[in-house]
């Protein structure tokens, strides 16, 4: 794994995080028809929010939010820094049980449902992105990130159901509508803020800038279906993500049974069928 | 080969001392104390011995033992016989299956049908893993045991106090697991399989209530079925390939020992409890937790998994291999399912069981090295985590007589050291790095190669896992207002067994790297897993389970405390708020449970069917 790569990761992540965060809600704004903050709001706001009280339900809240941006942080290094893709997944997932565990420990109700549609918004986009790093190595023969940069044709010819599928599911990685259940950046919440509720100040400082990171991270791995082709990779991971915007701002937000079938159901037709599709097409 | 005949010989020594040791605790503890120390130190010189080595026979003066084996069979029988005998005259079968499968093997026996051999005793690195996995965390249960059985008693009243044979059956159950595993003969496996199958009984109609001999009758017939077909097996080898060494059936063509060895599958995974057969380790937990956490992790079903990883090299690419793989897989998918809807913590652990188990089954199935390296990872890491989620629920139920996950919510508050214990334990089971994880990523590397059906399979039985251990260890996590209810708190010799495999299931995830260099890989050669720099996996393994105490132990500056958000209308007790009504209602969270999609009533039937087609085809497919 390549040290320097990690490094550049961990300085240069938030700040592109921060800044796709300022576009998207100037984006946002203008779809709604207003002007919208300046691009380096959010900065603002983070900052903003670590200069505030500590102010907590108890003790281990900010503990596990902080394992939450931790074990962020060290899946995008494994990602970035061109390790296995599985173990990167896995370390989200383990960044994902820190978030629940913290929304748990709190005893606070709305942040308990939120922390049960966390779970089910795991549930519904975790295979999916397993899936992805089965079906890259069913094109390039590797699980390492290193080595899939190294391919000579493009994976996304190959798997063009698993590259939909994961779109489809990235919608519930980013927290967008109508796949918010857990959590969002608007406010029309019937669960206050869900999983969020009891983080304030730094805590929600953490959250903001793991979730940066997370979005980079999630790029990334769009990126990666283009791996041979870096410019057209850069260009259809944000084009992806501009597709994110416009269904988050077209749509509302939906019950957890459609997520869950929706997901699952485009998971196995999209994405698994692609696999057998390669499979027989090889065989 | 010393090894191997002290490891089986030894646990009869207790077995027989422990009989007569009733509700004498002081002399119960020593001896299982004293006897767990000798085993467990027997199971790792035997191992040393094995370092690095490939399997190895050892020939006995198998005349006089063989008479031995012949007349425990007998003894056995008669044992079965005797259980059926207050049966229900429509229940005429179960006897039927005793005499059958018996009359059969004795006949042959006594006739000199069974054709000779020489090669008893076959140890190979399988063998040692297995014996290091029955011998320590087995005794680990054993030395807990005696603390529980004693607080059992303690709240339940009606229950006559036989705790000295129920801990004697577990040293009975380990003479059996080590037989099993040491043996090279088919008849002397025989022999010890359904001594284990006794052992179950004996345990899980410990109660003598009607629920549980009705459960234990249960076990006792689903069991026997799988042992009918060893039975048919151990003739088919007799009559057509004039050989009971397993070894040596192993290396003969396949075409012509697909049959037995299918018959032998067919036991082993009956014995793992893979659908249709789940129900029986289902029954098993009415008994008490010891013997749960006994079935579950180290013997019983573990002596099924073996037995298929033993047979995998004539199932791997075989048809009939494909569907083994498929019946664990689908036994994966619809144990993890049907543990999302599950409230009772011991109802969620055997459901994950059955599982993880179909999961080493269909690593079996596929049967190349690499998913059989796999397989013994999870083999490892399975037996330890699920044996230290057992004994920590059954020291739950001492404590506060529920098994509910529901009243465990806010654990850490009232039992703060039980909770760490059970939160090392759900991490073993399904979070990174522990072990369970890297071996299902090992299964994912190693299938994602193969037919694109299994990865599937172990991805979305992953994901559903990972749902019902996350909201089960949020529960137990909570940081509650609540005032903590009296419990009886005290834990005594049973912090042996529990502190042993919590820090078991941290130790073996940093050392596996070096059971993979010392065992793994001079039997199935060096896979991906196992990477050549074990410093730096080390390295990674230590620094990601620390990272999560160390941030505990962060001192954080102007923590200001504040109430939950309630809408507005906290009041003064923090567990309640003010109502629409101007009174004083208090709140309350239970976890989802997804009944409408995930209960049994609507995912047992279709398995069971879908499951049945599998084994009736898994026998026809070698036809085609």
Redesign the interface.
């Known amino acids: 794994m390549e040290i320097f790569s990690i490094i550049l990761y961990i300085i240069l992540a938030p700040v592109a995080g921060g800044i796709i965060a300022g576009a998207d809600r100037i984006i946002t704004a203008r779809m709604q028809s207003r002007v919208g903050p300046p691009i380096m709001q959010p900065f603002y706001d983070v900052l903003k929010l670590f200069s505030k009280?500590?102010?907590?339900?108890?003790?281990?809240?900010?503990?596990y939010v902080?394992?939450f941006l931790?074990?962020t942080v060290?899946s995008g290094g494994i990602f970035f820094g061109g390790g296995n893709l599985?173990?990167c997944i896995?370390?989200l997932?383990?960044a994902n049980?820190?978030l629940?565990?913290a929304?748990?420990?709190?005893?606070?109700?709305?942040?308990?449902?939120g922390?049960?549609r966390e779970?089910?918004q795991?549930?519904a986009a975790?295979?999916m992105l397993?899936?992805t790093?089965?079906a890259l190595?069913?094109v390039t023969g590797t699980?390492d990130i290193s080595d899939m940069l190294k391919t000579t044709h493009t994976p996304f010819l190959y798997i063009p159901g698993v590259f939909v599928a994961l779109s489809y599911v990235l919608t519930i990685k980013l927290r967008k509508s109508p796949f918010d259940l857990s959590t969002s950046h608007h406010a029309h919440q019937e669960l206050?803020k869900g999983l969020t509720?009891?983080m304030?100040g730094p805590s929600l400082g953490f959250f903001e800038l793991a979730h940066w990171y997370e979005t980079i991270l999630l790029l990334g791995l769009i990126y990666l279906f283009f791996a041979n082709m870096p410019i057209v990779g850069i260009i259809v991971a944000l084009a992806i993500y501009f597709v994110e915007i416009l269904i988050d701002n077209i749509n509302a937000r939906i019950k957890w049974e459609l997520m869950l079938k929706s997901a699952?159901i485009v998971t196995?037709i999209l994405?698994?069928g692609n696999?057998?599709v390669?499979?027989f097409l090889s065989l | 080969m010393d090894w191997a005949t002290f490891l089986i010989l030894f646990p009869l020594i207790p077995t027989v001392l422990l009989l007569f040791t009733k509700k004498n605790y002081e002399a119960q503890k020593w001896i299982v104390i004293i006897s767990s120390i000798l085993i467990i130190a027997g199971s790792i010189g035997l191992a040393i011995q094995q370092v690095g080595r490939g399997g190895d026979f050892y020939y006995i003066n198998a005349h006089a033992v063989n008479g031995l084996v012949v007349f425990g069979d007998i003894i056995v029988a008669l044992v079965f016989l005797y259980i059926c005998r207050n049966l229900p005259y429509k229940k005429y079968w179960i006897p039927l299956l005793v005499v059958v499968q018996y009359g059969l093997v004795i006949f042959y026996d006594l006739t000199g049908r069974m054709p000779e051999m020489s090669r008893y005793i076959y140890i190979d690195n399988l063998t040692v893993i297995m014996g290091l996995v029955i011998a320590i965390v087995g005794c680990l249960i054993a030395i807990y045991a005696v603390g529980y059985m004693k607080k059992y008693h303690h709240h339940h009243h009606g229950i006559e106090d036989r705790s000295h044979q129920f801990i004697s059956a577990i040293f009975l159950f380990f003479f059996a697991m080590f037989g099993i595993i040491f043996s090279n003969s088919v008849a002397w496996i025989y022999f010890f399989w359904e001594i284990t199958t006794l052992c179950s009984f004996i345990m899980i109609s410990y109660s003598r209530t009607e629920e549980a001999k009705n459960n234990a009758m249960r076990a006792v017939w689903m069991l026997l079925l799988g042992g009918l077909a060893f039975s048919f097996g151990i003739i088919y080898c007799a009559d057509t390939l004039k050989s009971l060494d397993l070894q040596q059936i192993l290396t003969m063509k396949k075409a012509l020992v697909l049959v037995p060895i299918l018959l032998f599958c067919f036991a082993g995974m009956n014995k793992a409890a893979q659908f249709p057969f789940g129900n029986w380790l289902l029954g098993a937990m009415v008994a008490p937790t010891p013997s749960s956490a006994l079935l579950h992790s180290s013997t019983m079903v573990k002596a099924g998994v073996y037995l298929v990883i033993r047979c995998s090299p004539i199932l791997q690419d075989t048809a009939a291999g494909a569907i083994v793989a498929i019946i664990g897989g689908v036994s994966f998918l619809a144990g993890a399912a049907i543990a999302i809807s599950q409230r009772n913590s011991k109802k969620v652990l055997a459901y994950s069981t059955i599982a993880n188990l179909g999961l080493i089954i269909l690593c079996a199935g596929v049967g190349t090295p690499f998913t059989l390296s796999a397989a013994l990872l999870l083999i490892i890491f399975h037996a330890v985590a699920k044996a230290l989620m057992f004994i920590s629920v059954g020291s739950v139920d001492n404590a506060t007589y529920s098994q509910d996950i529901e009243d465990m919510y806010g654990m850490v508050s009232n039992m703060p050291m039980l909770a760490v214990v059970m939160v090392i334990g759900i991490s073993g089971m399904f979070l990174a790095p522990f072990g369970m994880l890297i071996s299902k990523m090992a299964v994912l590397e190693a299938l994602a190669t193969r037919s694109p059906l299994f990865p599937p399979i172990v991805i979305f039985g992953g994901s559903m896992m990972l749902f019902f251990w996350t909201k089960w260890m949020g529960h137990l996590i909570a940081v509650t207002n609540k005032v903590p209810p009296k419990l009886n708190k005290e834990i005594g010799i049973e912090w042996i067994g529990l502190a042993g495999l919590a820090i078991l299931t941290i130790v073996t995830v940093i050392i596996y790297p070096l059971i993979g260099e010392w065992w793994v890989i001079p039997m199935y050669g060096q896979c991906p897993m196992f990477s050549e720099n074990i410093e730096l996996t080390i390295g990674i393994m230590i620094v990601m389970m620390i990272l999560p105490p160390l941030s505990f132990l962060i001192h954080w500056k102007n923590l200001v405390y504040t109430e939950p958000y309630l809408s507005g209308v906290n009041l003064e007790d923090k567990t309640k708020f003010l109502s629409s009504l101007g009174t004083s209602k208090e709140w309350s969270f239970k976890n989802y449970y997804l009944e409408k999609y995930f209960s049994e009533g609507k995912l047992l039937k279709p398995t069971i069917i879908f499951t049945i087609c599998l084994w009736v085809l898994m026998f026809f497919m070698e036809n085609l």
């Open positions: 009280q500590n102010l907590v339900v108890n003790r281990f809240h900010v503990d902080l394992c931790i074990f060290i599985l173990l896995f370390a997932i383990v049980v820190f629940v565990l929304a748990y420990c709190s005893n606070s109700p709305y942040t308990l449902i922390a049960e779970l089910l795991m549930l975790e295979p397993l899936l790093a089965v190595y069913n699980f206050v509720t009891e304030a699952w196995l994405g698994v696999l057998f390669l499979y």
